[in-house]
């Protein structure tokens, strides 16, 4: 259970977030509103999440117009071989850094808390009616997985994709392109 602090402060981080403010700002907050004058500045604020989360991210170095991760392949290459942008500013710092969050943790997360782990189950008892699409539950690719028997290095499972209650279904978006009403596109 988080203590009133915390939750301050969970509220407080995602109201940095949504808005895009800066870390100069948040650290602001605390003598601007003095309801807020418990908060940690913004570095100690991402070690207490981090903390809180049971998890802690790592940052990555990207091209600065989001073609590649310098990592792998890339990970030696001063400047991006798609838009020759450098890698690196006049000070030899990274022009741009992004934090990747681990998904185990996240889905660890949520089945940790009773709320979330009741609505993931809406996948579960979702019911398909044929011809009608009113969900991305009634997709022709998530509707032949479910029919699909499991195949691991060649070998068939007795069971299908996404049969059991604590399946997961994850969708994955690469072009930056935002498919949710609530957030910002990246392209």
Not at 52 to 72: D, E, P, R, W
Not at 80 to 103: F, M
Not at 137 to 158: A, F, H, K, S
Not at 174 to 184: A, H, M, R
Request: hydrophobic share 30%; glycine share 6%; charged share 25%.
């Amino acid at each position: 259970e988080l203590d009133v602090d915390d939750v301050s402060l969970l509220r407080a981080w995602n109201w940095k977030t949504t808005h895009n403010i800066t870390d100069a700002a948040f650290d602001d907050l605390g003598s601007t509103f003095p309801h807020y004058s418990n908060l940690p500045k913004a570095k100690a604020a991402r070690r207490r999440i981090e903390f809180l989360a049971k998890f802690k991210a790592t940052y990555q170095q990207c091209c600065v117009n989001s073609c590649i991760n310098y990592v792998g392949p890339n990970e030696d290459l001063d400047k991006c071989p798609y838009c020759k942008q450098l890698r690196y500013n006049a000070q030899g710092k990274p022009r741009k850094v992004w934090r990747p969050i681990p998904i185990i943790p996240q889905l660890r997360a949520y089945y940790r808390n009773p709320t979330i782990t009741e609505q993931m189950k809406y996948r579960h008892n979702f019911e398909h009616k044929v011809g009608i699409i009113q969900d991305v539950y009634d997709g022709i690719v998530y509707n032949t997985l479910r029919e699909t028997y499991v195949e691991v290095g060649g070998i068939p499972r007795d069971y299908k994709f996404f049969s059991q209650e604590t399946d997961v279904a994850l969708g994955f978006a690469t072009d930056g392109f935002n498919i949710w009403k609530n957030g910002q596109s990246t392209c």
